[in-house]
């Protein structure tokens, strides 16, 4: 099975910046990508961000051009660098493998605010 374990949230201003992280355990070979998704009060959970083994990445248009998707696999593990925060990001947020998802995680909290 794949584990994954997200981090890196807080509080922050409009206009500031986070770099979430995924750390993947297990058997992650052969997976084909693997996805950052949101999830707001009263909202249904959202991709934001996917990347795939090969280095593809496809993005939300809300978040294009400030969140960047990467990875290093010598560690294991995806982030999520968003930039120019705003309040309509504020959400849980979450990762997990694609096509077919695994258990899901905790998350981690993202507030954006003044």
């Known amino acids: 099975q794949v584990q994954l374990v997200e981090s890196g949230g807080g509080l922050v201003q409009p206009g500031g910046s986070l770099r979430l992280s995924c750390a993947a355990s297990?058997?992650?070979?052969?997976?084909?990508?693997v996805g950052w998704y949101r999830q707001a009060p009263g909202k249904q959970r959202e991709l934001v961000a996917a990347?795939?083994?090969?280095?593809?990445?496809n993005y939300a248009a809300s978040v294009k051009g400030r969140f960047t998707i990467s990875r290093d696999d010598a560690k294991g593990t995806v982030y999520l660098q968003m930039n120019s925060l705003k309040p309509e990001d504020t959400a849980v947020y979450y990762c997990?493998?694609?096509?077919?998802?695994?258990?899901w995680g905790q998350g981690t909290q993202v507030t954006v605010s003044s």
């Open positions: 297990g058997n992650i070979f052969g997976i084909n990508a």
């Open positions: 997990n493998v694609l096509p077919i998802h695994v258990y």
């Open positions: 990347i795939t083994t090969g280095g593809s990445t």
